[in-house]
């Protein structure tokens, strides 16, 4: 080969080089623009997710909110904010306070043992009860503005019940048995109440109630739900001494079934006391 084929050949092959490392450097600044592009997206992203992150847990949770809204009263009640719900016949002379919670397991016990009793007696004009409902077991002490730390299907069962006292005395009485009862009522631990559908299931138990359609769109809309709180805060703010449930209270005292202060558990014991309270 001549020296001027030769340096020709070396001329060319330089000159591909040339474009080969122009192609690669062309390839590389692209890949460093999309990694740079990737990221910077990637910021945003995390960013929006962050500032979407507090936003959230800035926004007040649906019960908190609830608390600043206007309270609409089930018919059947008195009082401010209706939270005063009395049953029983006009006739009876005294009135029989029941302090209970929904996901009180010893009042599901009570409900299971001596309800059919109390509803008799109420039936017969022996007494009238005075409902009041409060929902510590939620984790809540209005009094201090804690707001659900352990659940929310105390508040959620309260209105649930609230929308069933709108419709009568009766399906409130109902429902709440049905409530407390072995079938629907669930272990403390569970916080079953907080979901509407369940709400609605153990309320088709009950006859004026079943495919409710009107019952069923106040559960759902929570129309109840202020007045649930506004009912717990009067059992968080009650004279009578009470501290836990169930309690029950006439002519100013707490009914007690021993020397411990335990409320009477058993027909017999609740007859007893209660027989003794009206007699006073």
Not at 31 to 40: D, M, N, P, T
Not at 85 to 98: M, N, R
């Amino acid at each position: 080969m001549s020296k001027r084929n030769s340096a020709a050949a070396k001329t060319a092959a330089r000159e591909r080089l040339r474009i080969e490392r122009e192609k690669q450097a062309k390839r590389a600044k692209v890949k460093r623009q999309v990694i740079v592009a990737c990221s910077v997206v990637a910021v945003l992203a995390a960013a929006g997710g962050i500032g979407y992150a507090v936003v959230q847990s800035n926004k007040p949770s649906h019960w908190e909110a609830v608390k600043d809204e206007k309270v609409v009263a089930p018919a059947n009640t008195t009082g401010t904010n209706g939270t005063t719900v009395v049953i029983g016949k006009a006739s009876a002379k005294k009135t029989l306070k029941v302090y209970e919670d929904p996901r009180c397991p010893i009042c599901a016990q009570f409900e299971q043992t001596v309800g059919a009793t109390v509803k008799k007696d109420i039936d017969d004009g022996k007494f009238k009860i005075q409902y009041i409902g409060g929902t510590f077991l939620d984790g809540d002490s209005l009094s201090k503005g804690q707001i659900g730390s352990r659940g929310e299907g105390s508040k959620n069962a309260m209105a649930a019940m609230g929308a069933a006292l709108n419709v009568s005395d009766e399906a409130f009485l109902e429902y709440k048995t049905a409530l407390y009862s072995k079938k629907w009522h669930p272990d403390e631990t569970q916080d079953k109440f907080k979901n509407d559908s369940y709400l609605i299931e153990v309320a088709d138990t009950v006859p004026a109630l079943k495919n409710n359609k009107s019952f069923q769109a106040d559960v759902k809309s929570g129309k109840y739900d202020a007045w649930a709180l506004a009912m717990s805060k009067t059992w968080d703010t009650n004279k009578d001494g009470v501290t836990g449930t169930p309690s029950f209270v006439m002519n100013g005292k707490i009914l007690t079934a021993d020397s411990s202060g335990n409320p009477p558990m058993t027909v017999e014991s609740f007859n007893s006391v209660v027989d003794a309270a009206l007699k006073a």
